[in-house]
């Protein structure tokens, strides 16, 4: 029988074990100005009444998107999503399963799995998709250590990754965290005043592991001069793009303009802007990056019966478990998520795909022409092409005005002085096809009057 020691004798045991005798040796890492010394300020024991009544007032306290004329993006997108996407994947047999690692008894699942992959495929222009990643920064931070993994040895500038400077802080933060401690050099790649990238510093990338860049950009702006970035950086050097997948229905795959890797958020297809919830990467490649891609692939293959059979392939879960085999930290991902993803894109098809952009792409003119007519607000990039959102300049900061505009129930935009505080008084601006005439008629109202305020 197990000696069972009482739970101090265990917690001396442990510290013990790792030479201290409390547990105030333990945390005293833990500067005192921030320690909580007193008891958590919980609640006493509540009925089930009593803990629905809480939970009901909380989540009252949150405004849902679609209640107030909304204008905010930069990254998550309000796309309609057909109704037939959460009837399908709330069936059991997408809800409840698990990585299909008995293929013979998973064939319905996998074959979903491979549509996805074949669709993101198609989209992008490169041969080969996973199975997605968490987001579209840890989709670009895994890019780019796999970019690392297969040029390290051939590339002049060893270790060294370019990353546009307009990539917004919290990704470039995924991006830090990933490639801190493994040898990786992150350095900025330039841009001019118009948005577009600085061709002096593109050359001066040539023979690095990586270049990472945005199309459209993080404002929105989509930048013709990435047609010619492989042809400067080389064969050595890893050309990826992250994408908004929705502007694949109108603009060039970036596959087809030299990319080795395509990443991006795929929430746009399939998925609400859930407020932390789960959302999904997508990540493509060529056939050169493929046996050092992150997370799960499935195969298409023929049994011995001659028959069609899906299999996962090239690395299983188990690979990235173990540490010292591990190509990356990713283990299980967002795979029913990513199954909304594909039953958006399959629902809608070719036409529906293209259709959805055009959408997009014309609220976003028709909030330009609009925000035209509004004395005070200028665009940060005027001759620029944009889609999804635009960065206007305003006379005055942008969180005030976001402040002002929220009370005549307008969420306007992003203030990206929440990125750089150079930009304070920019907003970036967003239109989807969720964008309603009407509600752009009161952002240019509300704005106008706010703008006539700060200037006089």
């Known amino acids: 029988m197990v000696d069972q020691l009482p739970n101090l004798g265990r917690e001396a045991e442990m510290l013990s074990a790792m030479g201290y005798t409390s547990m105030d ?21 509540q009925t089930e ?145 118009d948005g577009t990238l600085d061709p002096a510093s593109v050359a001066e990338a040539a023979g690095a592991c990586a270049v990472y860049v945005e199309q459209p950009n993080p404002l929105g702006l989509l930048d013709a001069s990435l047609t010619g970035v492989k042809d400067t950086v080389g064969e050595h050097t890893a050309f990826i793009v992250g994408v908004n997948p929705v502007s694949l229905g109108l603009y060039e795959a970036p596959g087809h303009y030299g990319a080795d890797i395509v990443v991006g958020e795929g929430q746009p297809f399939g998925s609400p802007m859930t407020a932390g919830g789960p ?28 028959q069609t059979a899906y299999c996962l392939t090239l690395s299983t879960r188990e690979q990235h478990i173990r540490r010292h085999r591990a190509t990356s ?47 005070g607000v200028e665009h940060v990039h005027p001759d620029g092409h944009h889609f999804n959102e635009i960065a206007v ?17 307008v969420l306007p935009g992003f203030d990206l002085g929440r990125w750089s505080p150079d930009r304070a008084n920019q907003l970036l601006v967003t239109a989807t096809d969720q964008t309603r005439p009407e509600d752009i008629e009161r952002l240019a109202t509300a704005l106008q009057a706010w703008c006539a305020e700060v200037v006089a």
């Open 49 to 193: 009444e009593e803990i629905i009544a809480d939970a009901r007032r909380l989540l009252g306290a949150n405004v849902p998107l679609g209640s107030m004329a909304s204008f905010i993006g930069a990254g998550l997108y309000r796309n309609h999503v057909p109704a037939a996407v959460f009837q399908l994947v709330t069936r059991g047999e997408f809800l409840t399963a698990y990585t299909p690692y008995q293929a013979e008894v998973s064939q319905g699942m996998l074959q979903a799995m491979w549509e996805f992959q074949g669709l993101i495929s198609e989209l992008v222009g490169l041969p080969v998709a996973n199975l997605s990643v968490y987001d579209g920064s840890s989709a670009a931070a895994e890019a780019i250590t796999c970019a690392v993994r297969v040029h390290g040895r051939k590339a002049t500038q060893k270790g060294v990754v370019y990353v546009s400077e307009l990539v917004p802080p919290d990704r470039w933060s995924v991006i830090h965290n990933y490639t801190q401690g493994g040898g990786i050099e992150l350095r900025k790649l330039r841009h001019l005043e």
């Open 25 to 45: 040796d333990l945390f005293s890492d833990v500067p005192v100005d921030v320690r909580m010394e007193e008891d958590l300020p919980l609640r006493g024991p």
């Open 393 to 409: 300049r305003l006379p005055g900061p942008a969180s005030a005005c976001i402040e002002a505009l929220e009370d005549h129930g």
């Open 279 to 306: 959302i999904y990467g997508i990540f493509a490649c060529s056939k050169a990056y493929m046996r050092q891609m992150p997370g799960r692939i499935v195969g298409r293959t023929i049994d011995e019966d001659e």
């Open 329 to 375: 930290n990713l283990c299980t991902n967002e795979t029913l998520i990513a199954l909304m993803g594909a039953m958006h894109m399959s629902l809608l098809g070719p036409e529906g795909v293209r259709s959805l952009a055009v959408r997009n792409a014309a609220a976003l003119h028709a909030v330009v022409r609009a925000l035209d007519a509004v004395d």
